[in-house]
C-alpha cells in the first residue's frame, strides 16, 4: 500500500532541457529592449503543480554585431559621435505554479530571480565644436550587474515530453534606476541609464523525460 501512494509521485517527476529561442529584457531606461538573448536551460517538475528552472542566455545581437552602434551626443554647441558595445549576460532562476493540471498545455503563475551583468565600451576620438573638430579620444568601459525580482507567468506545455513556453516576467531591478557613467554629456541618452523596472518576454522550446 506504501508503494502505491510513492508511486505516481515519483512518476510525476521529471526533468526537461530548454533551448531558449528568443529572449528581450529591459535592463535599460532606453531604449526599452536593446537586445535579443539565446540560452539555454533546465526544468525539473516536481509534482502536478510545481515546476522549477534555472536559465542563461546571452546576447546574441550585441556579442555577432559587426558594427558598434552609433550614438550622438550633443550638448550645447559640443557634437560627439560614440562608437558603443554593449553586451548582457542573463541568469535567472524561476519558479511556476500551474493553474490546472501540468500533465499538458497550460497556463503558470510563478516567482523570478534574477542577476543581468552588463558591459559597455563607449569610444569617441573626438568632437565638433562650432563645426570646428577637436581630438579628444575617450574610452570608457562600463560593467554593472543588476537583480531584477517579480513575477512571471506563461503558457507552456507538460515538461515530459517536447514542449514550448511562452512567458513573460516583470518585477523591480535592484541596482536600477542609475546613470552608468559619470559623464554628464551621455546623460539622458541611450544605454547611459538602467532600468528599475524589470521586464522579460521570451519564448522557449523543451524537451524533457
Known amino acids: 500500500m506504501l508503494l502505491v501512494g510513492i508511486l505516481p509521485v515519483i512518476h510525476a517527476q521529471s526533468t526537461a532541457v530548454r533551448f531558449i529561442l528568443g529572449e528581450g529584457h529591459k ?13 539555454v536551460g533546465v526544468d525539473r517538475t516536481f509534482n502536478d503543480k510545481l515546476t522549477v528552472g534555472f536559465d542563461v542566455t546571452f546576447d ?19 557634437q560627439t559621435d560614440y562608437r558603443l558595445s554593449p553586451k548582457l549576460l542573463s541568469l535567472d532562476y524561476h519558479t511556476e505554479y500551474a493553474l490546472g493540471e501540468n500533465d499538458g498545455t497550460h497556463v503558470y503563475i510563478g516567482t523570478y530571480l534574477g ?6 565600451k563607449w569610444i569617441s576620438d573626438g568632437y565638433l565644436a562650432d563645426y570646428n573638430y577637436v581630438s579628444a579620444p575617450v574610452r570608457l568601459n562600463v560593467s554593472k550587474w543588476l537583480i531584477p525580482i517579480g513575477l512571471r507567468m506563461g503558457l507552456r506545455g507538460a515538461t515530459d515530453g517536447g514542449f514550448m513556453d511562452l512567458y513573460v516576467a516583470a518585477g523591480y531591478q535592484l541596482g536600477g534606476g542609475k546613470d552608468l557613467t559619470t559623464n554628464g554629456k551621455l546623460k539622458d541618452n541611450p544605454y547611459a541609464k538602467t532600468s528599475a523596472l524589470a521586464l522579460t518576454i521570451g519564448w522557449a522550446y523543451g524537451m524533457g523525460w
Open 27 to 39: 535592463v535599460y531606461s532606453k531604449p526599452a529592449f536593446g537586445n535579443y538573448c539565446m540560452g
Open 115 to 120: 542577476l543581468r551583468h552588463i558591459s559597455q
Open 60 to 78: 546574441v545581437a550585441g556579442a555577432l554585431r559587426a558594427e558598434p552602434k552609433y550614438i550622438t551626443v550633443i550638448a550645447g554647441n559640443v
